[in-house]
């Protein structure tokens, strides 16, 4: 038995060439757990705060924020498939209040899974996803300036702060797929029981 799935694109904003990846989610999945995929998609760390802006409404962690923000829902408690039933096809995530990469999450299409797949699956996707705490936009593109130019004065400092060197136009395709892999591993169990009807033995 399949279960329905959206197939997503994942763009970052503000950033040419554009960096984007595309996954197949279960429409069950929630807000949380889509953050999470998303994470593994475009590699970034789950290393800052984070929120989905849909239509007026912020959705997220609520114990994460003990500053004053706008009133955040829980992502925990939307499913992706609610969201595209009250007709939303187009919201934002956001990662990294400092950085502020916000995320550009498009609905593709909806349609049944394929009964031998697990969910969610890794797509397609191109460029690399900018290092954590490169300091935004601003920062990536300065921080590529330095890094692909031998001859420039923070060439070697760029370098040294990354770990080596950084080619933007390629990514992990594998690890890609391998990361969201671990959450349909993690969904593995529940969805067998949920298909089968069964449950397992309280202890």
């Known amino acids: 038995m399949s279960e329905r799935i959206a197939r997503l694109r994942i763009e970052l904003q503000d950033v040419e060439p554009k960096i984007w990846r595309r ?90 899974g394929d009964p031998a797949t697990e969910y969610p699956a890794f797509v397609d996707g191109a460029r690399r996803c900018p290092p954590e705490d490169v300091g935004g936009t601003g920062g990536f593109m300065e921080f590529l300036e330095a890094i692909q130019d031998p001859m420039h004065e923070e060439h070697h400092e760029m370098l040294v702060w990354n770990g080596g060197p950084f080619d933007p136009s390629t990514f992990e395709e594998i690890g890609t797929y391998y990361s969201l892999n671990q959450i349909a591993k993690r969904r593995r169990g529940p969805l067998a029981s949920h298909r089968s009807g069964s449950r397992r033995p309280k202890r």
């Open 23 to 112: 996954v197949d989610v279960p429409l069950s999945m929630t807000l949380a757990v889509l953050h999470e995929a998303i994470q593994m998609a475009m590699h970034w760390r789950f290393s800052h705060l984070w929120r989905f802006e849909i239509g007026d409404r912020i959705y997220g962690d609520p114990s994460d924020y003990w500053y004053d923000l706008p009133k955040t829902y829980k992502a925990k408690a939307l499913q992706l498939g609610t969201v595209i039933a009250r007709g939303t096809d187009q919201f934002v995530y956001l990662y990294d209040f400092g950085d502020n990469w916000r995320h550009d999450v498009i609905v593709e299409e909806v349609c049944d």
